[in-house]
């Protein structure tokens, strides 16, 4: 990838990837709603850009990574969004979680004015961005896709190409969707065992050595027995990503009563004030009693 990457949305996820880019050498100019959050990337090397328009007038190609469809369309539409500056020989490359139909709309706006795009959502949390080992969901334009594979590959531990516009979204919301199911499955089974009269720790010694170990029980598991939701995934885009996997399976006519009950575990959380934690605070639905 020639010349400086731009990047929106130092969030949680945003930030370990920009981070991460800076360290393997990339330039990278960086921008975000509340600006504050730039400044540890600028102490390691980045630059600012006042809006996501002038990020885009500097870079050949931008990425997203923003909370949710709302903020994914503002930082495109919006006054001094990408659209204004987005044109021939420019790249845009959304990796937040969204819906098929808000990435789509996004794409036809940047197709419209002669830019690329690629949408990329990832796999993998906090951790795995620090660490450069997310699971990259890309769809879009392919001659786009192979450009950006350096930085995919800084960023990730494994790239897929999916096709049209639509299915890396898709892609990513089914994948979400199993996982906050299976959220609630092992935070029901936390409480069982606990209300049963076993040891949490031993349920997890189990699980590690069962068919149904997982790399999210092993890693979530030992702070949930603490009560520490200190945040990885927020709550509140896993609850995102349920609505909107729900929606595709209405579009679908796909039965998911699973799905249906964790959704609304998830929702149940947001109403006691836990959306800002990890997704794994679903685990206090479960237990009840103070939060
Ligand atoms: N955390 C995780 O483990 C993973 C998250 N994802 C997905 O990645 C995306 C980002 O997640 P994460 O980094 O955790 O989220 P955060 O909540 O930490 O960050 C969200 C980012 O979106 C920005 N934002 C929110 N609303 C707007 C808006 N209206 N206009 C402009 N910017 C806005 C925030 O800016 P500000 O700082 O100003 O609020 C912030 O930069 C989400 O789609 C999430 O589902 C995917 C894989 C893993
Ligand atoms: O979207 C969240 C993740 O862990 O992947």
Redesign the pocket.
């Known amino acids: 990838m020639e010349g400086e990457i731009g990047f929106l ?6 930030k370990a990837m920009a981070m991460n880019l800076l360290r393997h050498g990339f330039k990278v100019t960086v921008w ?3 600006l504050s ?1 730039c400044d540890e990337l600028v102490e390691h090397g980045a630059s600012v850009g006042e809006t996501p328009a002038a990020v885009v007038k500097k870079c050949k190609y931008t990425i997203g ?4 469809p ?2 994914a369309l ?2 495109v539409f919006d006054k001094d969004g990408v659209l204004e500056q987005i044109c021939s020989g420019k790249g845009y490359i959304d ?4 819906d098929a139909e808000t990435s789509s709309k996004i794409s036809e706006a940047i197709t419209s004015k002669g830019g690329h795009f690629l949408e990329a ?6 951790k795995p961005a620090e660490d450069g080992q997310l699971v990259i969901l890309a769809a879009g334009e392919k001659v786009l896709y192979e450009e950006a594979l350096p930085a995919f590959d800084v960023m990730g531990k494994k790239s897929f190409f999916l096709g049209n516009v639509g299915n890396g979204a898709k892609m990513k919301l089914v994948v979400n969707m199993i996982m906050g199911s299976m959220m609630n499955a092992f935070s029901e089974g936390l409480v069982l065992a606990d209300k049963s009269g076993l040891s949490s720790q031993t349920l997890l010694d189990v699980l590690e050595l069962a068919a149904i170990a997982n790399p999210m029980f092993k890693m979530k598991g030992p702070s949930m027995i603490q009560n520490n939701y200190t945040p ?3 709550l509140k ?1 896993q609850q ?2 349920m609505r909107l996997a729900l929606a595709l399976g209405d579009e679908n006519a796909v039965s998911m009563p699973v799905a249906a009950a964790a959704n609304e575990a998830f929702k149940k959380a947001r109403n006691l004030s836990l959306g800002d934690l990890d997704f794994s605070a679903v685990h206090q639905t479960v237990k009840g009693g103070e939060h």
């Open positions: 949305g130092m969030g949680i996820m945003g975000n709603r509340t959050r990574m923003l909370s949710d709302a903020a503002s930082v990796m937040s979680t969204v959502p990832v796999s993998g949390s906090k990885a995934f927020p885009h995102k990503d």
